[in-house]
């Protein structure tokens, strides 16, 4: 939405609140809530403030030690939040609310992108567009998000210590009509809400799972692709909640029920011609060769990116419809990477993320590492035939989040492209987490050690 058209239907009293957020290191949006017309008078030019302690809480929001960015010893002062006006959609689940998304900036009052605070999600995006821009290139993406749904409410489910829950559907239901229409008021309020707040969707499907669905974006550019996730999520749990229900976006909610994938399907563009496809040889370009061949070649060291929390490990299994080992293929849901499409839609689906990778730092993540690819001259290697899970020859994915911190902090490639600040402020923030989930005492443990030991 143009700002000229928020200020019209914010001063005829349409629009009453203006949501104003940046994505924090989880992904979740964080900010607060203006009244419209104050948002008008003081917000949308000069900014407003947020403590830079929201850079470095865990998902619990305790204040963790040991960053430079931001610490007790430094006061835990403030940053900008300056509203990006492009961002600017309403949000039609809410009433009389707009929402408009921030960049985190250094306070000192001047717009400058050398002010941006390099290790937040979007300027660690920002980045590597800018490496793109620089080269002349366009990068599309898409985010496939899968996700549970339950007949419960969030305060129902936490109550329960999130035991006992049910699953929307009776017995898997991947691509069936019958099941999901029992919830098509929802999805259906998804779908069509979800366009009118600018963030278009293809469509919506049964998962493989019990009560899991998936849910198709249009493509668009990694920026605009990574702020229309976070909305999708926060949007998405929202409209659940309205109707009595609740979602979970965990990489692993169970362990007899499949994970919750973010496929990402990505091309290289330049004057609208997809670069990744050789109109003469009917197959993929040279391009296109070199950048998957950059994606096998770091993707490991990159993994932190794309599976950020204790939880995202045990997605990785076999036979689970996640990747395990680092292949390639057309068309096979055994490999890391699988190459769909042809002509303007031949892409590459990189299938390591999970629901819970923070889209600026997945989308950054894959074009740095394909970059690498193409100034390397790296090439993909032969297609991957067969069963990828059962072959010991294939190089595996990291089995856990202080394999990937460990391939994260010992990566030069890593310090080079993101910079050394935000290596070791995710490297710190992960090895945090490590350390919260080792403290922790586990039901698994209560209940094979508590009488048996």
């Keep these: 939405?143009?700002?000229e058209t928020l200020e019209t239907r914010i001063r005829s009293g349409e629009i009453d609140t203006v949501i104003v957020a940046f994505p924090d290191v989880v992904g979740r949006l964080v900010g607060k809530r203006f009244v419209a017309r104050y948002f008008l008078d003081h917000v949308v030019h000069g900014g407003t403030h947020g403590c830079n302690y929201l850079l470095a809480v865990n998902i619990e929001m305790d204040p963790q030690d040991g960053f430079n960015l931001a610490s007790w010893d430094r006061g835990f002062g403030d940053f900008e939040m300056r509203p990006d006006e492009s961002t600017i959609r309403v949000l039609p689940w809410l009433p009389a609310t707009a929402m408009v998304v921030c960049d985190t900036l250094f306070q000192d009052g001047k717009l400058d992108e050398t002010k941006?605070?390099?290790?937040?999600?979007?300027?660690?995006?920002?980045?590597?567009?800018?490496?793109?821009?620089?080269?002349?290139?366009?990068?599309?993406?898409?985010?496939?998000?899968?996700?549970?749904?339950?007949?419960?409410?969030?305060?129902?489910?936490?109550?329960?210590?999130?035991?006992?829950?049910?699953?929307?559907?009776d017995y898997r239901i991947d691509y069936h009509i019958l099941q999901p229409g029992r919830d098509e008021a929802l999805f259906r309020a998804i779908r069509n809400q979800m366009g009118e707040a600018e963030v278009p969707v293809e469509s919506s499907k049964g998962e493989w799972s019990r009560g899991q669905h998936e849910i198709n974006f249009v493509y668009s550019t990694p920026l605009e692709m990574a702020d229309r996730h976070v909305i999708f999520k926060q949007g998405v749990k929202e409209i659940a909640e309205a109707h009595g229900k609740c979602v979970t976006f965990m990489a692993k909610y169970s362990a007899s029920e499949a994970g919750n994938s973010c496929h990402i399907h990505s091309s290289l563009w330049r004057d609208a011609a997809n670069l990744f496809w050789d109109g003469t040889a009917q197959s993929g370009s040279l391009l296109f060769r070199q950048f998957l061949g950059g994606l096998l070649k770091y993707s490991p060291e990159l993994c932190y990116f794309f599976a950020p929390t204790i939880n995202s490990y045990k997605r990785y299994q076999s036979g689970s419809w996640a990747p395990t080992k680092m292949a390639w293929a057309h068309d096979n849901r055994t490999v890391g990477f699988r190459v769909v499409g042809q002509g303007e839609s031949f892409r590459i689906e990189n299938r390591m993320p999970g629901a819970d990778a923070n889209p600026y730092l997945a989308f950054a993540a894959t074009i740095a590492a394909g970059l690498a690819g193409i100034d390397e001259a790296l090439d993909c290697g032969?297609?991957?035939?067969?069963?990828?899970?059962?072959?010991?020859?294939?190089?595996?994915?990291?089995?856990?989040?202080?394999?990937?911190?460990?391939?994260?902090?010992?990566?030069?490639?890593?310090?080079?492209v993101f910079g050394g600040n935000v290596v070791d402020f995710y490297t710190h923030t992960g090895r945090l987490e490590v350390q919260s989930f080792g403290d922790a005492v586990t039901d698994w443990e209560k209940s094979r050690y508590f009488e048996r030991i």
């Design 1 to 3: 939405m143009k700002l």
């Design 116 to 169: 941006l605070v390099e290790e937040a999600p979007r300027s660690v995006l920002k980045r590597q567009l800018k490496r793109l821009v620089e080269r002349g290139l366009v990068c599309n993406v898409a985010s496939e998000l899968e996700f549970y749904l339950f007949n419960t409410t969030y305060p129902s489910a936490f109550a329960s210590g999130y035991r006992d829950l049910v699953p929307s559907s």
């Design 382 to 416: 032969v297609e991957y035939r067969g069963n990828a899970y059962v072959d010991g020859a294939l190089a595996s994915l990291p089995r856990s989040l202080r394999d990937a911190v460990g391939a994260l902090e010992g990566s030069e490639f890593c310090r080079r």
